[in-house]
């Protein structure tokens, strides 16, 4: 069975239709402005005790996936890419679930639970006592200390899906991410969104 997708350009232009680089990585950076409340306030809880790291991770998670699934199938995308003009549309043009939206975050939320599970074993090796008698620049100095190769592990994950996420956009047709192809998803401009309907 063929699925039905929309096309790569709009009424046989060349204007196409899907969000760019750029304008979608400008989107992820507003969306983390408006998450930094959460990630300082994190931080901070983090300062005053080595065991809040736990309870620290579930609600910071919650809270991002809340926002990267609740919000762009309540309104069609993110506040940053709202405020850019874009909308994440099913493949076939149609508005997108909650099955859509969590698949498309899945590949992020894989990363960091990977992470955590990193993170978990360098606190394990961590004296609670010495860590919380330390300011907050050298309680990060001081983890780091515990297993060096751990941090380089996380550089390479978080820099290595990075790297492969940009490498998947720029070599399909449609500009999709690693999440949008788990997905079914893309990210269209919102300006289209009427002519999209017509072509239903």
């Given at each position: 069975?063929?699925?039905?997708?929309?096309?790569?350009?709009?009424?046989?232009?060349f204007e196409?239709?899907?969000?760019?680089?750029?304008?979608?990585?400008?989107?992820?950076?507003?969306?983390?402005?408006?998450?930094?409340?959460?990630?300082?306030?994190?931080?901070?809880?983090?300062?005053?005790?080595?065991?809040?790291?736990?309870?620290?991770?579930?609600?910071?998670?919650?809270?991002?996936?809340?926002?990267?699934?609740?919000?762009?199938?309540?309104?069609?995308?993110?506040?940053?890419?709202r405020i850019?003009?874009?909308?994440?549309?099913?493949?076939?043009?149609?508005?997108?679930?909650?099955?859509?939206?969590?698949?498309?975050?899945?590949?992020?939320?894989?990363?960091?639970?990977?992470?955590?599970?990193?993170?978990?074993?360098?606190?394990?090796?961590?004296?609670?006592?010495?860590?919380?008698?330390?300011?907050?620049?050298?309680?990060?100095?001081?983890?780091?200390?515990?297993?060096?190769?751990?941090?380089?592990?996380?550089?390479?994950?978080?820099?290595?899906?990075?790297?492969?996420?940009?490498?998947?956009?720029?070599?399909?047709?449609?500009?999709?991410?690693?999440?949008?192809?788990?997905?079914?998803?893309?990210?269209?401009?919102?300006?289209?969104?009427?002519?999209?309907?017509?072509?239903?």
């Open positions: 069975m063929t699925t039905k997708k929309l096309p790569l350009f709009l009424d046989n232009t196409s239709l899907y969000g760019t680089f750029g304008g979608r990585l400008g989107a992820l950076f507003l969306d983390w402005i408006f998450l930094s409340p959460i990630v300082i306030a994190v931080a901070i809880f983090n300062s005053m005790q080595l065991s809040n790291y736990y309870y620290t991770f579930i609600f910071s998670q919650l809270v991002i996936l809340s926002y990267f699934t609740y919000l762009p199938v309540r309104y069609g995308a993110t506040p940053g890419k850019l003009g874009m909308t994440i549309l099913k493949i076939d043009g149609s508005a997108i679930s909650y099955r859509e939206s969590f698949l498309k975050f899945f590949p992020q939320l894989v990363i960091g639970l990977l992470m955590f599970a990193l993170q978990c074993y360098v606190i394990s090796l961590t004296d609670e006592e010495i860590f919380n008698s330390l300011s907050w620049v050298k309680q990060s100095k001081y983890l780091q200390s515990q297993l060096p190769f751990h941090y380089l592990i996380v550089m390479v994950m978080g820099n290595g899906f990075n790297f492969a996420n940009l490498l998947v956009f720029l070599l399909n047709e449609r500009k999709r991410s690693i999440g949008d192809c788990v997905a079914g998803t893309v990210v269209v401009y919102t300006r289209f969104l009427k002519k999209i309907r017509d072509m239903e």
